[in-house]
């Protein structure tokens, strides 16, 4: 069994947005465990329930009611930016012109 986690670029139906994107990880069933694993003993720890760069970058939701900071945010991704390059995965990425 294979496992996918990705994310696309955001609203497709933007005039500022020409392109639609995609991108995320490809992993086998063992890595996407042990990824599961160390990501949610990371939220647990920080006290979050998920990781969201729209409110995480400027600290803004949840991120913002356990008061932190830019030091606090930059440290945080560090650590999930670790398991994610120790983990065995591949990254994928697409871009599609929207007016194709």
């Known amino acids: 069994m294979i496992h996918l986690f990705l994310d696309d670029s955001g609203k497709e139906s933007s005039p500022q ?3 639609v994107c995609l991108a995320g990880y490809l992993a086998g069933y063992d890595a996407a465990v042990a990824l599961n694993q160390k990501w949610t003993k990371l939220l647990v720890r920080h006290r979050i329930g998920d990781l ?3 409110q995480l970058i400027p600290i803004t939701g949840p991120y ?3 008061g932190w900071d830019i030091a606090k945010r930059d440290s945080v991704i560090g650590e999930f ?3 994610l390059n120790e983990s065995r995965m ?3 990425g697409v871009a ?3 007016s194709a």
Do not use: D
């Open 17 to 19: 947005m020409p392109w």
């Open 52 to 54: 969201h760069m729209k």
């Open 64 to 66: 913002k009611r356990l």
């Open 81 to 83: 930016i670790q398991i």
């Open 90 to 92: 591949f990254g994928v």
């Open 96 to 98: 599609v012109e929207m």
